[in-house]
């Protein structure tokens, strides 16, 4: 069955810096729309950054600037470049793989901005 697999959460202080990644196994990235989303304790489950196969970009207005999604087909990994992190950023971080009527989600990683 498909597997997306995130790394890369941590404890950071505001201003700080991390990338998450999310591999992907039994399953074709190139095909597949990429998406980073994040949910907050209280809150719902919201779109950070949307990547298309043709490696278009999307971003919620509030990461716009600070952060970046990007692919790697080879490696079947999808990340997301944050910085200038906040203590709104606080979440768990979910990536995303769609393609026609399927949709797969991983595990999640948490992100804790805090000083």
């Known amino acids: 069955q498909v597997q997306l697999v995130e790394s890369g959460g941590g404890l950071v202080q505001p201003g700080g810096s991390l990338r998450l990644s999310c591999v992907g196994s039994?399953?074709?990235?190139?095909?597949?729309?990429l998406s980073w989303y994040r949910q907050a304790p209280g809150k719902q489950r919201e779109l950070v950054a949307f990547i298309t196969t043709g490696s278009n970009t999307n971003y919620a207005d509030s990461v716009k600037g600070r952060f970046t999604i990007s692919r790697d087909n080879a490696k079947n990994t999808v990340y997301l470049q944050m910085n200038s992190l906040k203590p709104e950023d606080t979440a768990v971080y979910y990536c995303n793989a769609a393609v026609g009527r399927g949709s797969w989600w991983g595990q999640g990683t948490q992100v804790t901005v805090s000083s």
């Open positions: 039994r399953i074709i990235f190139s095909i597949n729309n």
